[in-house]
């Protein structure tokens, strides 16, 4: 776990652009759009919708660190 923090956290941070310590709809498609190396406009409502509904495990309408390490890298 501490390997996974140190490597994966500060890209969670880099896309937690208000500092919450989660990621909001608008910071998810920053994060996909710079992973698919599309513009965010490329990424429909509907996708990120979808991939958000995938990665908020607990769908409380937030992506915690844990939930984004989960979906992206175990």
């Known amino acids: 776990q501490a390997i996974i923090r140190k490597h994966?956290?500060?890209i969670f941070k880099a896309?937690?652009?208000d500092h919450s310590s989660t990621l909001e709809m608008?910071?998810?498609r920053a994060l996909?759009?710079?992973n698919l190396g599309v513009?965010?406009?490329a990424i429909t409502q509907e996708q990120l919708e979808w991939?958000?509904?995938?990665?908020?495990?607990d769908h409380?309408?937030?992506i915690t660190f844990n939930e984004y390490?989960?979906?992206f890298f175990i």
Not at 51 to 57: L, P, S
């Open 32 to 34: 996909l759009a710079d």
């Open 15 to 17: 896309y937690d652009k």
């Open 8 to 10: 994966f956290e500060p």
């Open 26 to 28: 608008n910071e998810l």
């Open 39 to 41: 513009s965010e406009a």
């Open 60 to 62: 409380d309408g937030k």
């Open 69 to 71: 390490v989960q979906y």
């Open 51 to 57: 991939h958000f509904g995938k990665i908020d495990a």
